[in-house]
């Protein structure tokens, strides 16, 4: 059977499989199963979801197959994925059960099951979990849709203090997080996307007395994402200007990421993010080892800017679950994504968005500075992506032509630029990515270089794309 567990959980379309009631019932059910194999007794799960409209019935579905298990379950209703990382650390719960789809559309959605020490469950868990999704397959797929459906009137999912779980996490988050922290005279717009955040991000920062506007925090099952939050960033910075605000923040469905915007209206995204972070931590002796963790994505200027500093710069493939994993390894404490996913291991193990806002805020707070001053000295390098279609994947290096001219390129950029060479994970391509202080000249590298790809291993009608 193919994989189901990506490097976020299950993700696809609601309603279709694997996230079908039928097949999600059994995912709760095994999920279950082995919990209790492995604890010796019965497993306590803890759900949440964002405000998809499939996130209800999904929520039932897995809640129904845990009980079938005899597993003890109860839900926390909306919440963001943090928030539930937060309960199944503290409540404590043998695993939490995420149900979204991050910053997809609404239509899509997605399951992520977290260990009680915040990371994601074991690659060999949901080896088993997809195991028995397989060997039940085809009898869901010959039963009858009548016989397949839940009464979704089923209340196994939906815990009488759901308001109290998310009381504990907003507490965590105003009281240790947020300790000591004033945001008084200070306004704040906050765009929640219309996800998770949407009741939780505009008390946290009222409570902590600051003056928020909250926008698209008016969820209606549909519009989560839908031209706003951290992948539209525009509306935020317009609002922002016209309420002459210190600083906004942008979420994604699921408030794991966080995107900002200074007094100014200007972008600030996850490099300069963590530029901010690292000086902030650094200063004040708190940053280990003078070390920050991003991936082959963040520009060269975070890295040039860090160097600047006596920070080292450790790059990951993409992804938070390998940020974390060389965070783990190396004992750093700062690292995060471009896209706004910033990790503190010593805070929680997965990603925040609220924390990320606080611990920014706290920056900006504390060195009395705004937030434009503080991301000063990072300066974003120009980039190029060019896409070749190939007809074989061959090692780059195994290629004598492409290897002599990629040297040839990194000689050039030496110190001042970066080429990164990789393959389409899921395409025939070949993806050419080179940051430089010219535009003009890492545009040409860039075509060179692609040209000889083509020449080589490029498909018969391939062209640059």
Known sequence: MKKLFGTDGIRGRAGEFPLDSATVRVMGRSLALHLARQKGSTPRIVLGRDTRESGAWIETALAAGANEAGAEVESAGVITTPGVAFLARTLPADAGVVISASHNPFDDNGIKVFAPSGRKISDSM?????????????????????????????????????????????????????AGLSLEGFRIVVDCANGAASNLAPKLFQRLGA??????????????????????????????????????????????????????????????????????????GMLKDDTVVATVMSNIGLEIALRSRGIQLLRTDVGDKYVLEELLKTSANLGGEQSGHII?????????????????????????????????????????????????KRPFEEVEQINDAARDVMEKLAGRGR???????????????????????????????AAIIKKEIGALDAQPI
């Open 126 to 178: 949901e080896r088993l979990i997809e195991a028995d999704i397989a060997a039940e397959t085809e009898r869901i797929l010959t039963t009858p849709p009548s016989e397949n459906s839940l009464d979704l009137t089923l209340s196994e999912a939906h815990s009488s203090h759901a308001d109290e779980l998310r009381a504990s996490y907003l507490e965590y988050l105003g009281d240790e997080i947020g």
């Open 211 to 284: 003056t928020v506007v909250a926008i698209n925090n008016q969820p209606d099952g549909r519009n989560i994402n839908r031209d706003c939050g951290s992948l539209h960033i525009e509306g935020l910075q317009k609002r922002v200007t016209e309420e002459g605000a210190d600083l906004g923040v942008a979420y994604d469905g699921d408030a794991d990421r966080a995107l900002f915007v200074n007094a100014r209206g200007e972008f600030v995204d996850g490099d300069a993010t963590l530029w901010v972070l690292a000086q902030f931590m650094q200063e004040r």
């Open 344 to 392: 503190f291991p010593e805070q929680s193990l997965a990603g925040d968005g609220m924390i990320t806002t606080l611990s920014l805020l706290r920056a900006v707070r504390e060195t009395g500075r705004k937030l434009h001053e503080l991301t000063l000295g990072f300066k974003r390098y120009p980039q190029i992506l060019v896409n070749v279609r190939v007809r074989e």
């Open 419 to 449: 080429l990164l060479l990789r393959y389409s994970g899921t395409e025939p391509l070949a993806r050419v990515m080179i940051e430089g202080e010219r535009q003009d000249e890492i545009d040409m590298y860039a075509g060179a270089l």
